[in-house]
């Protein structure tokens, strides 16, 4: 799988606090300071670190500086500045001999105008997302069936039936790829597939679609079923920011009912990421079954 946004910003944050060169410590020292409520002291900080990171070259902290200085915005509820800042980073992404790629950004991008019902632009984000996954060899089908699937929303919100109609077609065909595809999930592009049609009038092909996915269920096998769950702690800088949105995580369920291989999908920042994982290690599985003998499944998990 290929290595999501969220991880990339982790394991940043991970080398800030583990590292203690000048650079480091300025975004370290920021974090703390944003994180107790001192936005101007955290901002002059956030600013000169990425005036630093221009200067040495380091896109890599150069574009996490600008993520820090999107969550700063939305703590103070400029998304006008939010938005500015994350698109900020995909320039920096963009630059001639960029190690990083768009993916670093893009997905954070589609949950900031997510949250802020920015749909028109939410859409051409996840266009630009699928075909990035499109394009990666190092992709899965969990990642082309989760943003395909979102995109068809997107683009139903603005009224665009036909490439909404698309978009859910090629979710439902990665999804059919999956080993043990979800039956949540699939309802989901399902639904989202019928609604586009409605809107075309084409109640033909929904009588079909209908049939078709009816006698293409395979029988005798059960997905995984959630015995019991842990909740998912907001984090004070997303409960503060009001960064609603959700976590898509993708994991294993192996044969005793384990979690296994848990990564993010779809993050929304704030430290959320962190948190759904945390969370989702402590859920209990039945594990799924084919014809009664327990068998490892896919799984995927959405925390809001």
Known sequence: ????????????????????SPLDLLLQKGAEEMSRGDLST????????LSESQSQQDQAHE???????????????????????LLNGLATCRKPGSRLTTISVLPYLHSFYARHRMWAQDAATLQSIVG??????SANVVQLAVYSRLLGDALMKIHEY??????FHSALSFADQFEISERGERASDERGLIAALEKEGKKDQIKDLKASRAS???TGIEPPQLVSRAPVIIADLAAKANATGQVILSAT???????????????????MERNAIDAVRLWKFKPASDKGKPISAGLQSQSS
């Open 63 to 85: 574009v996490y500086a600008d993520y820090h200085l999107f969550m700063l915005s939305e703590l103070r509820h400029s998304p006008a500045a939010a938005e500015k800042w």
């Open 253 to 271: 369920i192996s044969e005793a009912g384990e979690i296994k291989d848990v990564s993010t999908v779809v993050p929304v920042g704030f430290g």
């Open 42 to 49: 955290a901002e002059a900080d956030f600013t000169a670190a």
């Open 162 to 167: 036909p490439a909404a109609e698309k978009a």
């Open 1 to 20: 799988m290929h290595k999501t946004a969220a991880c990339f910003f982790i394991a940043l944050s991970a080398l800030a606090q583990s590292n203690s």
């Open 132 to 137: 990035f996954y499109s394009a990666d060899q």
């Open 216 to 218: 293409s269920l395979k």
